[in-house]
């Protein structure tokens, strides 16, 4: 057995820390060692998008990568996003367009919304916001919903509310 590693991290805002083998993916980490029931874990080769963290302001795979690798970083999860009246606003314009059905996929996507728009205008047309969720498999919504939410999210305080918002603790 490889010798354990110890990593401290902010997760969520709060300083955590615990103990992974060298070679230990970070989801895999984060559920079980932090409970975080909310990333999900679908193809664990970074196609699906459904396991997306923010590490230090950029969307991740975590299924990529290691634990090790998180030593002395910033990470949010969806769970930790989920304060913010930003996110709050876009996950209800996700809902109230039908761009969502069972759920599974949906905080891997709000994930890598909320970096994009933390950091750029919303997005202004179709093409736009289907190269963004391109990168996301959805098998229940067929991305109509989602991207209509999208394009409806683009009022200028709700972008902004994502750019600047807190850390949920």
Known sequence: MPPMRAISFELDGQVVAGEAEPRRLLSDFLREEFHTSRLHVGCEQGVCGACTVLIDGDAVRSCLVLAVEVEGRSLQTFRGLCSSEGVQLLIASVIERG???????????????????????????????????????????????????????????????????PVAS
């Open 99 to 165: 761009g969502v059905q069972c759920g599974y996929c949906t905080p891997g996507i709000v994930t890598a919304l909320h970096a994009a728009l933390r950091d750029g205008p919303a997005f202004g047309s179709v093409d736009e916001v289907r190269e963004l969720l391109d990168g996301h498999l959805c098998r229940c919504t067929g991305y109509e919903g989602l991207v209509q939410a999208i394009l409806s999210f683009g009022a200028e305080e709700a972008v902004a509310s994502c750019r600047v918002d």
